[in-house]
C-alpha cells in the first residue's frame, strides 16, 4: 500500500518553519517583517516554500558548490579580473558607502559566500555578458560580484541570471558598481524566471563627478522578485539613468526599491519604472531620491507607470523626493491604468483582431524600457518572454 502525499497546510507548516529557521541562521538576522516599512507590501512565503540549503548538483544541501565558478571566463580586452589581496580590499566598500551592507538580502547572500568575481575596466571594454546560471539542486544560489570602471574606461555588461531546470530555488544576486571620474556604464538585468523560484536582485552603485550610469532592469515570472538599487553620487556632478520593468501574473509578485542620493551639486537623474499586472499579480515600487542641502543644482525626474490587465491585479506605487536644497529641478509622479478602449478601437479599424490589438499595446509598453538594455539582451528576445510568445 503506498501512502498518499500529505498536502494539509498542518503538514506545509513545520517546513516553512525550517525554511525561516534556515534562512534567519544563514543571514545572521531574523527574516524582515512586514511591520518594516520597506516590507510591509512583501509576502516572504514564497521564499518559505524554498527547499532549504545551498543548490549544487546533488541531493545532499551540505556539497558545496564549485570553489571558483568563474574560472574559464573570458573577458573582452580592457576588462581584468583581480583575485585575492586586492579583490578583498575592494569587495564590500561600495555597500557600506551606500549603507546596504546590513540589509537581509545582503547578509543571505554573505552566508552562502559565493566565490565573489570582482572585475577592472581600464579602458573601453566593449560589452560583456554575464549568464548567472544556477547550478542543479534545489535551494539557494547566491552570486557575488564588483565591477570597478577606471577613470574615463566604458563598459556595457548584461546580467541574466536563470535558476536550474526543474529546480525549486531562491536566486541571491549582489552587485557593487564603482564608478571613476568620467566612466560609462551601461548595465543590464534580464531576470526571467519561473512561479516556482524566486530572486533577490540588491545592486550597489558609487559614482565620482562626470561619470555615467544607465542601469536596466527587465523581471518577469518570479513567484517573488526583490530589485533594490542604490546609487550615490559621492559629490554629485553625475548623471544617472535607471529603467525598470516588471510583469507579474497569477499569484507572483515583483518588488522594487530604489534609492539615489547626491552628495554634491549639480548631479542628474532621470528615472523611469514600469509594470504590467495580470491575474492576480501584485507590483510595488518605492523610489526615493535624497537631495541634501550639499547637492544644489540637481536635476532629478522619477516616474512609475503602471499598466493593470485584471480586476484582481494590484498596483502600489510610491516615489519620494526628500529635498533639503533650495536650488533643485525635482518631479516626480504615478500613473495607473488599463488598455485604452480609445487605442484598442483605432487597432481593430484596421483590421487588427481584439487579442493581437491588446498585445500591440502592451509591446510598446514594455519596449520603452526593453530598449535601453544592452544589445546582447536581444539574442534571448525579452518581448516574447514577457508576452508570453511561443
Given at each position: 500500500?503506498?501512502?498518499?502525499p500529505?498536502?494539509?497546510?498542518?503538514?506545509?507548516?513545520?517546513?516553512?518553519?525550517?525554511?525561516?529557521?534556515?534562512l534567519?541562521?544563514?543571514?545572521g538576522?531574523?527574516?524582515?517583517?512586514?511591520?518594516?516599512?520597506?516590507w510591509?507590501?512583501?509576502?516572504?512565503?514564497?521564499?518559505?516554500?524554498?527547499?532549504?540549503?545551498?543548490?549544487?548538483?546533488?541531493?545532499?544541501?551540505?556539497?558545496?558548490?564549485?570553489?571558483?565558478?568563474?574560472?574559464?571566463?573570458?573577458?573582452?580586452?580592457?576588462?581584468?579580473?583581480?583575485?585575492?589581496?586586492?579583490?578583498?580590499?575592494l569587495?564590500?566598500?561600495?555597500?557600506?558607502?551606500?549603507?546596504?551592507?546590513?540589509?537581509?538580502?545582503?547578509?543571505?547572500?554573505a552566508?552562502?559566500?559565493?566565490?565573489p568575481?570582482?572585475?577592472?575596466?581600464?579602458?573601453?571594454?566593449g560589452?560583456?555578458?554575464?549568464?548567472?546560471?544556477?547550478?542543479?539542486?534545489?535551494?539557494?544560489?547566491?552570486?557575488?560580484?564588483?565591477?570597478?570602471?577606471?577613470?574615463?574606461a566604458?563598459?556595457?555588461?548584461l546580467?541574466?541570471?536563470?535558476?536550474?531546470?526543474g529546480?525549486?530555488?531562491?536566486?541571491?544576486?549582489?552587485?557593487?558598481?564603482?564608478?571613476?571620474?568620467?566612466?560609462?556604464l551601461?548595465?543590464?538585468?534580464?531576470?526571467?524566471?519561473?512561479?516556482?523560484?524566486?530572486?533577490?536582485?540588491?545592486?550597489?552603485?558609487?559614482q565620482?563627478?562626470?561619470?555615467?550610469?544607465?542601469?536596466?532592469?527587465?523581471?518577469?515570472?518570479?513567484?517573488?522578485?526583490?530589485?533594490?538599487?542604490?546609487?550615490?553620487?559621492?559629490?554629485?556632478?553625475?548623471?544617472?539613468?535607471?529603467?525598470?520593468?516588471?510583469?507579474?501574473?497569477?499569484?507572483?509578485?515583483a518588488?522594487?526599491?530604489?534609492?539615489?542620493r547626491?552628495?554634491?551639486?549639480?548631479?542628474?537623474l532621470?528615472?523611469?519604472?514600469?509594470?504590467?499586472?495580470?491575474?492576480?499579480?501584485?507590483?510595488?515600487?518605492?523610489?526615493?531620491?535624497q537631495?541634501?542641502?550639499?547637492?544644489?543644482?540637481?536635476?532629478?525626474?522619477?516616474?512609475?507607470?503602471?499598466l493593470?490587465?485584471?480586476?484582481?491585479?494590484?498596483?502600489?506605487?510610491?516615489?519620494?523626493?526628500?529635498?533639503?536644497?533650495d536650488?533643485?529641478?525635482?518631479?516626480?509622479?504615478?500613473t495607473?491604468s488599463?488598455?485604452?478602449?480609445?487605442?484598442?478601437?483605432?487597432?481593430?479599424?484596421?483590421?487588427?483582431?481584439?487579442?493581437?490589438?491588446?498585445?500591440?499595446?502592451?509591446?510598446?509598453?514594455?519596449?520603452?524600457?526593453?530598449?535601453?538594455?544592452?544589445?546582447?539582451?536581444?539574442?534571448?528576445?525579452?518581448i516574447?518572454?514577457?508576452?508570453?510568445?511561443?
Amino acid at each position: 500500500m503506498v501512502a498518499a502525499p500529505v498536502t494539509s497546510a498542518a503538514a506545509a507548516a513545520p517546513a516553512a518553519a525550517d525554511a525561516s529557521a534556515w534562512l534567519a541562521e544563514l543571514a545572521g538576522a531574523l527574516l524582515p517583517s512586514r511591520r518594516q516599512e520597506d516590507w510591509r507590501f512583501t509576502d516572504l512565503s514564497p521564499l518559505l516554500a524554498i527547499p532549504t540549503g545551498i543548490a549544487a548538483p546533488s541531493a545532499e544541501p551540505s556539497v558545496a558548490v564549485p570553489a571558483d565558478p568563474w574560472t574559464g571566463l573570458s573577458l573582452p580586452a580592457g576588462v581584468e579580473r583581480l583575485t585575492g589581496a586586492d579583490a578583498e580590499r575592494l569587495l564590500g566598500t561600495a555597500l557600506t558607502a551606500t549603507g546596504a551592507a546590513d540589509h537581509w538580502p545582503v547578509r543571505l547572500n554573505a552566508g552562502a559566500a559565493p566565490a565573489p568575481l570582482v572585475l577592472r575596466v581600464r579602458r573601453d571594454g566593449g560589452s560583456l555578458e554575464l549568464p548567472l546560471a544556477a547550478p542543479a539542486g534545489d535551494g539557494l544560489a547566491a552570486w557575488r560580484l564588483l565591477v570597478l570602471l577606471e577613470p574615463g574606461a566604458r563598459l556595457e555588461l548584461l546580467q541574466v541570471p536563470s535558476a536550474a531546470p526543474g529546480q525549486r530555488q531562491l536566486l541571491s544576486l549582489v552587485t557593487e558598481v564603482v564608478l571613476a571620474e568620467d566612466a560609462r556604464l551601461s548595465l543590464g538585468c534580464l531576470a526571467l524566471g519561473r512561479d516556482d523560484c524566486c530572486l533577490l536582485n540588491h545592486l550597489v552603485v558609487r559614482q565620482a563627478p562626470g561619470s555615467e550610469l544607465l542601469a536596466a532592469t527587465v523581471s518577469a515570472g518570479w513567484s517573488l522578485a526583490r530589485h533594490e538599487p542604490r546609487v550615490l553620487q559621492e559629490r554629485g556632478a553625475a548623471s544617472t539613468r535607471l529603467r525598470g520593468l516588471q510583469r507579474v501574473e497569477g499569484h507572483q509578485l515583483a518588488d522594487t526599491h530604489s534609492c539615489v542620493r547626491f552628495e554634491g551639486p549639480e548631479g542628474e537623474l532621470d528615472q523611469l519604472h514600469k509594470a504590467v499586472a495580470g491575474g492576480a499579480g501584485r507590483s510595488v515600487f518605492n523610489g526615493a531620491v535624497q537631495v541634501p542641502r550639499a547637492a544644489q543644482r540637481t536635476n532629478a525626474a522619477q516616474m512609475s507607470r503602471n499598466l493593470l490587465l485584471s480586476d484582481r491585479a494590484r498596483i502600489d506605487t510610491k516615489p519620494e523626493l526628500e529635498i533639503v536644497a533650495d536650488d533643485v529641478k525635482c518631479a516626480h509622479g504615478a500613473t495607473v491604468s488599463q488598455l485604452q478602449s480609445e487605442e484598442l478601437f483605432y487597432l481593430r479599424s484596421r483590421g487588427i483582431d481584439a487579442a493581437a490589438a491588446a498585445r500591440l499595446l502592451q509591446r510598446a509598453f514594455c519596449e520603452d524600457v526593453l530598449r535601453f538594455l544592452p544589445a546582447a539582451a536581444r539574442r534571448h528576445d525579452p518581448i516574447s518572454a514577457l508576452l508570453g510568445d511561443a
